[in-house]
């Protein structure tokens, strides 16, 4: 079982991520795929915080349930922040779903 998140470097292309079921604490260490990771499924962990999601610009899917997170204000840390009154092409017009 994993307790730690290891770094990511040279996975720059990854989009799915699957750490369920094992013994993390935190969210960490996920700025080399920031960019490109679309899917992340941590549920049945010890995860307490959403603290390390910042940035994840491309989250699409989050499998968090069965965790140890005990305020629903972790949630507004998925939340990104007004829309620009221009569009702008590179910015992704989704919103992350949690799913559990």
């Known amino acids: 079982m994993i307790e730690k998140m290891f770094p990511l470097t040279g996975m720059n292309n ?9 013994r993390l604490k935190r969210l960490e260490k996920l700025e080399d795929v920031a960019e490109t990771l679309e899917q992340l499924w941590v549920s049945y ?3 307490t915080s959403l603290d390390g999601l ?3 610009n491309k ?6 349930s069965n965790n140890s997170i005990k305020d629903w204000s972790e949630l507004d840390k ?21 799913a559990g």
């Open 78 to 98: 998925l939340v990104r922040g007004p829309p620009s009154p221009l569009p702008n092409p590179a910015t992704p017009t989704h919103t992350p779903r949690c």
């Open 14 to 22: 990854l989009k799915i991520l699957s750490l369920a079921r094992n």
């Open 59 to 64: 989250l699409q899917v989050l499998y968090i």
């Open 54 to 56: 910042q940035g994840m």
């Open 45 to 47: 962990n010890e995860i």
